[in-house]
């Protein structure tokens, strides 16, 4: 087997920005290629996570292999959570030999007219902690998951958000998605003697 891989986009109807009237520019356009990723599968079907590593959900991180429902567009600092539930699945790169540690870096969408946001995460559809956020800066925090709820290699991770708002709703803006958390990253790795529960890291 090569290890030679070749992607080809087949652009339908390129048009020039002369011929649209935008521009002299004559060159036949489809779209402008940021950047293209490539990542392990397992065999059923979901992206490989390794132990220890980091899941970037800044733009060009890469948040988007493990993403779910309930997420809006890689920004420069973070992604959104959009609506009342995010998810992330992904596969585990190996049985872990202990509980895990979730580092969750994030800032949370709050104003004056929403002081406080609460959301509830999950793993595997069981339910891990609870959690406020009271303040607009950047918090971490770290959550145990205990190794009993990792019953296969496969993961769901899921973000239960109360009361998302826009801020076109309390007059920030004239943003319509209904937002939560803006996470910046997040690292599983096995907890080294670390106790259930979760640990405020602000």
Excluded: C
Aim: proline content about 6%.
């Amino acid at each position: 087997n090569s290890s030679e891989v070749r992607l080809t986009f087949s652009n339908q109807d390129p048009r020039s920005p002369l011929e649209l009237g935008v521009s002299a520019d004559e060159r036949r356009l489809g779209f402008a290629l940021h950047t293209v990723g490539l990542i392990p599968l397992a065999s059923e079907g979901l992206p490989v996570y390794r132990l220890g590593s980091s899941i970037d959900f800044r733009s060009g991180g890469n948040a988007w292999f493990y993403l779910g429902g309930g997420w809006g567009s890689l920004e420069p600092d973070a992604t959104w959570t959009i609506g009342s539930r995010s998810t992330l699945e992904f596969q585990l790169d190996r049985a872990p030999a202990t509980d895990l540690l979730m580092d969750v870096e994030t800032h949370a969408f709050i104003s004056a007219h929403r002081p406080a946001f609460d959301v509830s995460a999950l793993v595997n559809d069981r339910h891990l902690a609870e959690w406020r956020i009271t303040r607009p800066d950047t918090v971490r925090r770290q959550f145990v998951i205990p190794q009993r709820m990792l019953t296969s290699s496969a993961v769901r991770i899921t973000f239960i958000n109360h009361d998302p708002r826009s801020p076109a709703e309390v007059g920030d803006l004239k943003d319509n998605r209904k937002l939560g958390l803006a996470i910046h990253t997040i690292r599983l790795e096995e907890a080294s003697g670390r106790g259930p529960g979760s640990y405020d890291r602000e």
